[in-house]
């Protein structure tokens, strides 16, 4: 079955889907005690859920409000996604018994990777499941009765059975708990629809309460206050009073939500921004409370439902993450810690965020490819794409730190791959000189992290203008880099997938905007995730952007209750263009296209090593790093380094300081003109930008720099591509080194 087929049959990922619960509840008679408890539960939980719906239209914002930092807009949005994957989805014929599929059973062995249905993905099915659980995958006309754990089967087999039976006390407790939580919930609402009621109709003055100067703000008030500016920002010409303009309210809500969630005025008002202050509100809540705890199955070493049983018998309680993943098992409790079991020891599963499983279902990189992971450590995707693939062909796991290098190699051991190699290069400027031709490539990107801050609240206040100058700057070089490692006339693939955990647009559409201008020769398509997500935007504060940004997807998590990601995926069409070329990038484009004729003829010499080398390069053909500043413009009439100079200057005036005296001052035993730029006058602000912006890029990556002057780890052993024998190696290949003396040849 094809991978978009599959996604519109089972649709999107519910992220705590209590239909399950109830399902498995409703069945287990061996325990008759935890089954009435289930179907009490869920009968409250129904009851709950239709009044809320109820005071949901009546109004929203009453929903909003509590007494404490309860994540109430995030249980509501939760909610609301679970209500929605309840709506039926548009199947096909063959949909009926797809739906009633085992979600461990149907999985097992198998990877997403064979179900995307444009890529070839059918090839997957094709192959024989070498576990002992023989049934074959995503095949339409497999003929294996695929039995279900939580499905509305009523014919458990009897490992099901005990698997539903030492399960089932679990989930029962777990969901007394949230039971529990939706009480206290609806009282407190119950409460404040009550204070509600008192302020309805008037136009509160939110401005009036100024808490007391110098002293710690009343967290409760300031909530209230929030919540208050909020629905009078939804009806303004109503609430509001007189003087005050929309500016005043949302400067105000702005200033409160720095100040009861603790982020700094820039963040804040970025992250604002991208929704309506509603959502907003619900997007600083969902941050305020952990997302799910989910595991992947290692299909190299083990199926889910072996998995499953293992840790469940060890006294977790966990069930599938959703339709949408085969592999992913969300965690509920667990007596044991995670990262210490015989299991995980054993490399049987990884401890990975469900969104981060996306972006290499997106890639779904096939069974023999040459794949690129540019920013692999610490390889949760890197080591998923090795199992999609079944340890053969060969994928390139590069990082630029060192530290997080070695974390990967670790976890490319422990969970047995063998088809891996990993590099330790700045991938901007490696590739694709050193290695490129590449079937796929995927780019999950250095980011800011404004999609995780759940897992890590510095983000608040740590992530300035500056960081949003300096960060999308690195994402479009290596996205172009990424673009120009992939072989175009791959015959199975000619794919990036780019994606970071930031929601952020400076970080998303417009690093993809920028690439879709810089290289013609590649275009947006599906990433063939289905309905899951939100489509990317195609417009954003009177900027446009292409009108396939919305094949785009972002994932956020006050919406799908997941880390806030987002993925593109991109097609190389052709070759890399150079409009005027240098000698360097002449040569190189004419290797290039030695490269596609010799792939014909297939009588590549050593130095016509089949890697597309194209150098990045700009509009004018001139060769571009990061080094050299000679980046094409950030948006359309300015550039990073104008940008980079520009926040430069803000932060400082941020501190007090004046830029000019600052940024003009002579350096210590320097002269002003003993740089790059020592053929102009020292005053020249050119050459000021030009330093400035090559401070910013060195602080950019100061971490990254130090180890790329290194040398990349030395091959162990080389690897047969051609051959297509697998052996783990941790450096160059043979045809890479060749790849790097014909580089140097065209250089010179
Ligand atoms: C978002 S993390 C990657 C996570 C990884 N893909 C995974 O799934 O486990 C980004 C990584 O990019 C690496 N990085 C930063 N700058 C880089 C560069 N110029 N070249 C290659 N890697 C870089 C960082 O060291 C970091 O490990």
Redesign the pocket.
């Known amino acids: 079955m094809g991978k978009g087929r599959r996604m519109k049959k089972q649709g999107p990922p519910a992220p705590l889907d209590e239909s399950k619960i109830t399902i498995l509840k409703k069945r287990k008679t061996a325990d008759a005690e935890a089954a009435s408890k289930a179907v009490a539960a869920k009968k409250r939980r129904r009851s709950d859920a239709d009044e809320e719906d109820v005071v949901t239209k009546k109004d929203t914002l009453k929903k909003s409000k509590t007494n404490g930092k309860s994540a109430i807009p995030v249980v509501k949005e939760k909610e609301k996604v679970v209500k929605e994957k309840k709506k039926p989805v548009p199947m096909d014929s063959d949909s009926e018994d797809e739906e009633m599929a085992d979600e461990f059973e149907d999985l097992d062995n198998i990877s997403e990777g064979s179900m995307d249905s444009q890529e070839g993905l059918e090839r997957l099915s094709d192959l024989e499941d070498d576990s002992d659980d023989a049934s074959v995958l995503d095949s339409d006309d497999d003929g294996h009765p695929r039995e279900a754990m939580f499905s509305d089967d009523e014919d458990l087999s009897d490992a099901e059975e005990r698997l539903t039976a030492a399960n089932i006390e679990g989930l029962s407790r777990k969901l007394d708990l949230q039971r529990q939580a939706e009480e206290e919930e609806a009282e407190q609402e119950l409460q404040e629809a009550a204070m509600q009621t008192n302020i309805a109709g008037d136009r509160p003055d939110v401005f009036a309460d100024d808490q007391p100067a110098g002293l710690a703000p009343d967290l409760q008030l300031l909530r209230q206050r929030i919540t208050d500016t909020i629905r009078i920002l939804g009806d303004l010409k109503t609430l509001g009073q007189p003087d005050k303009s929309r500016t005043d309210y949302i400067d105000l809500l702005l200033n409160d939500i720095c100040t009861y969630y603790g982020y700094n005025r820039y963040l804040a008002e970025k992250l604002f921004n991208l929704f309506t202050p509603m959502e907003a509100f619900a997007f600083f809540e969902a941050n305020e409370t952990p997302r799910p705890v989910v595991i992947r199955t290692n299909t190299l070493r083990t199926n889910r439902r072996s998995l499953a049983q293992a840790l469940i018998n060890r006294g977790v309680v966990l069930e599938p993450v959703g339709k949408w993943s085969k592999v992913g098992l969300q965690v509920f409790e667990s007596p044991v810690p995670l990262g210490a079991t015989p299991e995980y020891l054993a490399g049987h599963y990884i401890l990975q965020a469900a969104s ?1 499983f996306l972006p290499v279902m997106a890639l779904a990189p096939q069974p023999g490819e040459r794949v690129l ?10 080591t998923y794409m090795s199992a999609l693939m079944r340890n053969t062909g060969c994928v390139i796991a ?4 060192k530290p ?1 290098a070695k974390g990967l190699i670790g976890n490319i051991h422990r969970l047995g791959c063998k088809n891996t190699i990993v590099t330790n ?4 400027t490696a590739f694709p000189k050193a290695m490129g031709g590449f079937d796929r490539v995927l780019l ?4 800011t992290g404004t999609g995780v801050i759940s897992k890590d609240a510095g983000v608040k206040t740590s992530k300035d203008e500056n960081d949003f100058m300096r960060i999308p700057h ?1 994402q479009r070089q ?1 996205l172009l880099a990424a673009i120009d490692s992939v072989d175009h006339s791959s015959k199975t693939g000619g794919y990036v997938v780019y994606s970071t ?1 930031s929601v952020t647009v400076e970080e998303n559409e417009a690093v993809v905007q920028y690439i879709l201008r810089k290289r013609p020769n590649v275009k947006i398509v599906d990433t063939g995730l289905g309905d899951f997500g939100s489509p990317g935007f195609i417009s954003y504060m009177g900027k446009k952007f292409d009108a396939k940004m919305a094949l785009t997807r972002r994932y956020f998590p006050h919406r799908e209750n997941v880390d806030g990601f987002y993925v593109c995926k991109l097609k190389k069409t052709g070759p890399t263009p150079v409009a005027k070329p240098t000698d360097e990038t002449a040569s190189a484009t004419d290797k290039s296209r030695r490269r596609s004729s010799s792939k014909a003829s297939s009588t590549d010499d050593a130095d016509d090593e089949v890697y597309d080398k194209t150098p990045i390069v700009d509009e004018n053909g001139v060769s571009v790093d990061f080094e050299g500043g000679a980046f094409g413009p950030f948006e359309d009439g300015e550039d990073d380094a104008e940008r980079i100079a520009r926040s430069e200057r803000n932060r400082l005036r941020r501190k007090g300081l004046n830029p000019k005296g600052v940024l003009n001052k002579p350096k210590k035993g320097k002269d002003n003109a003993s740089t790059e730029t020592a053929t102009e006058p020292a005053s020249s602000k050119v050459g000021e930008d030009e330093k400035k912006e090559k401070k910013q890029a060195k602080e950019a ?1 100061k971490e ?1 720099e130090k180890e790329t002057k290194k040398k990349p780890e030395t091959a162990k052993k080389s690897l047969n591509q051609s051959k297509g024998e697998k052996k783990t190696v941790t450096g160059a290949t043979k045809s890479e080194k060749k790849a790097k003396s014909s580089s140097k040849k065209t250089s010179k």
């Open positions: 981060s992971d540019m920013a692999a450590a610490p390889g949760g995707k890197t590069n990082d630029a730190s997080r290069m700045d991938a901007r999950d990107a250095p980011c690195m290596l955990c990556v990254t």
